[in-house]
């Protein structure tokens, strides 16, 4: 039985993709299984599972997905479900790596209305159904956590011009978790993304607490025509002014 409760019903789904892939990814090593088949099978069978659930659970919803063709009646829908059935495929395939996630968010007018971001290896389902507490204070120097295989030129230069930190992660979900789970103090993406990729992340973070926007301030909008979205801020609410800042003298 589905929960009514959109909240509820994107964790659970989260929590089950999750526990798809952790299984998957133990029986594939076992049989000595190459990386590229831990990412296809990964991407596929997670994807699988997402869209039979909220097709079943959520029949009347419009629904992107990463692995999916994208069908544009979406842009008439009420309601749209965006998921990113495995974010990080590099990492789950590189056992035991655990920064890789899955992502569930509902979109309405643009905007998430819920959302849950599974940290399978982990253990962990960060959601808008139990909304996660944002740690009292941040570290000092602040850390600011990047793309371990290419950190961008715009966090770069906000880190030199903050004094900040950088730490490496992969995955865009466990990267804007770590700022909610207080393991770092922001998060900069610039170079490219697209909606599934920060949209499930954003709304919980949001929830949090945490500032979530554009590069340029600018609110971060979904379930448009063309779904590349390209970069990201998400942080600790007392340092948005100052990464702003520091984004507005980068000249990338």
Known sequence: ??????????????????????????????????????????????HELLMQELTEARPGDAILSE?????????DAERTWIVDPLDGTREYSEVPRTDWAGHVALVSDNRPIAGAVALPALGLVLSTADVPTLVPAGATPARMIVSRSRPPAAATH????????????GSAGAKAMAV???????????????????????????????????????ELLYNQDDVYLPDLIVCRPELAESVLAALNTFEG
């Open 67 to 75: 692995e999916g063709k994208d069908d544009k009646a979406r842009l």
């Open 158 to 169: 906000v880190a030199n011009v903050i004094g900040a930190d950088l730490v490496q992660m």
């Open 1 to 46: 039985m589905h929960s009514t409760d959109d909240h509820r019903l994107a964790a659970d789904l989260a929590e089950q993709a999750g526990a798809l892939l952790l299984k998957l990814r133990a029986r594939l090593t076992a049989d000595d299984a190459p990386p590229a088949v831990l990412k296809a099978e990964g991407d596929r069978q997670a």
């Open 180 to 218: 909610v789970r207080g393991e770092c103090e922001i998060y900069v993406h610039s170079g490219g993304q697209y909606e599934w990729d920060s949209c499930a992340p954003v709304a919980v973070a949001a929830a949090a607490g945490c500032h979530a926007s554009r590069l340029d301030g600018s």
